[in-house]
């Protein structure tokens, strides 16, 4: 059974994509509080925020509501958050999100352990200086066995943080290229463009959160075939935070990789300017459907067209065979000799050239060569 879920927002309106990963989770998302206030020092959420939050924990029947502030909350206002609201669950923004993606993702579970470990730790200095510890050792120990947890969880996302990115390195090595499709937002339809384009998970039913990390697979777009990345949407209001990073190395690694990244959602102008500035490559914005992605793959990588003359015998035929697979043949005709009109990407022409004369074969450019 669900429980009720609220979402405060602070900023005038709330994060495109939040309320799906809420509710992706598992949670009624039963109110959501939208007001245009700044943020308190102490508890975040400013006074008149705070009590009408209060307010409405206290009318909900659940024993424990979960309350999402769309912010990036610090741990000591966490602390203080939770003694206004004992009786909620409280996440902040990248809390729900970590904890959705780390119901599939391992380095995101890690890092929604670290954050709770980090508010956990807060809470204990906070007892001790405040005396509150029965005995003199009662809450350093506390303090020791949360710094010790904590350098234990470090260790661990270094670890899952290698292995997703090796994943991702190690993978599809042989291809014309590598595409990113990223969006700010909860993803779902730059997910079915990439479902479109590969083929993989022609039947899941697209939800925030998922992919939890970079999925990849390959397409076949005229000439290319490219590797194409999917990955969780962003839910941050702008930027690439720290965090997200964190809880998602493979979607990383694709980056550094990547030829193109296209994105879409909210703003996807300004995740461009973002990702420019920290990853080489082509970044551009674009609708996500598949006809978009295709045009832009197309124009990206080039093609070039080549009127292919092949003598008879085995050699040629395998050759042929192999064309089928890796050009986009328009035509096929048989005569003194064998004629293949085709599309080939630009990076794979030259190889294609020599392989065809070592058969014995010619190849020309198109351009209303017969």
């Not at 902040?92 to 970590?98: F, K, S």
């Not at 007892?127 to 066995?145: I, V």
């Not at 395998?318 to 048989?334: F, G, I, N, P, R």
Request: hydrophobic letters at 40%; proline letters at 5%; glycine letters at 8%.
């Amino acid at each position: 059974m669900s429980r009720p879920a609220v979402i405060v927002s602070q900023s005038g309106a709330v994060t495109p994509g939040l309320r799906a990963v809420v509710s992706a989770s598992g949670d009624d998302v039963v109110e959501t509080v939208t007001v245009d206030r700044r943020e308190d020092n102490r508890y975040y959420l400013s006074p008149p925020t705070l009590d009408r939050v209060e307010t409405l924990c206290d009318g909900l029947e659940a024993t424990e509501p979960r309350v999402v502030v769309d912010g990036t909350v610090h741990p000591g206002q966490m602390v203080d958050l939770g003694e206004r609201l004992p009786s909620a669950a409280l996440q902040d923004r990248r809390g729900a999100i970590l904890k959705r993606l780390g119901e599939t993702n391992p380095a995101a579970a890690t890092r929604f352990e670290l954050r709770r470990t980090r508010i956990a730790r807060r809470a204990a200095a906070r007892d001790q200086r405040d005396g509150a510890a029965d005995t003199p050792s009662g809450e350093s120990g506390r303090l020791a066995e949360h710094d010790e947890r904590r350098g234990r969880l470090r260790e661990r996302l270094d670890d899952r943080q290698r292995e997703a990115r090796r994943r991702v390195d190690d993978a599809y090595t042989d291809v014309d290229g590598h595409v990113v499709l990223l969006a700010r937002g909860d993803g779902t339809a730059a997910t079915e463009a990439w479902t479109a384009l590969t083929g993989d998970d022609a039947d899941a039913e697209p939800a925030a959160g998922r992919p939890a990390g970079a999925t990849m697979a390959t397409a076949a777009v005229g000439p290319h075939t490219v590797a194409v990345t999917d990955a969780p949407g962003v839910v941050a209001a702008d930027g690439f935070p720290a965090w997200f990073a964190d809880a998602v190395p493979g979607v990383v690694a694709a980056l550094e990789q990547a030829d193109l990244v296209l994105c879409s959602g909210v703003d996807p102008d300004g995740l461009v300017a973002t990702l420019a500035e920290r990853f080489d490559g082509t970044h551009e914005a674009v609708a996500a459907t598949p006809e978009a992605v295709r045009a832009r793959v197309t124009d990206t990588f080039g093609a070039a067209d080549y009127v292919v003359r092949l003598p008879y015998g085995d050699d040629a035929q395998a050759l042929l065979s192999e064309l089928h697979e890796s050009a986009a043949v328009a035509d096929v005709a048989y005569g003194d000799e064998v004629t293949v009109r085709l599309t080939v990407s630009r990076s794979a022409a030259e190889s294609l050239v020599r392989r065809i004369e070592a058969v014995g074969g010619t190849a020309r450019p198109a351009n209303g060569t017969d």
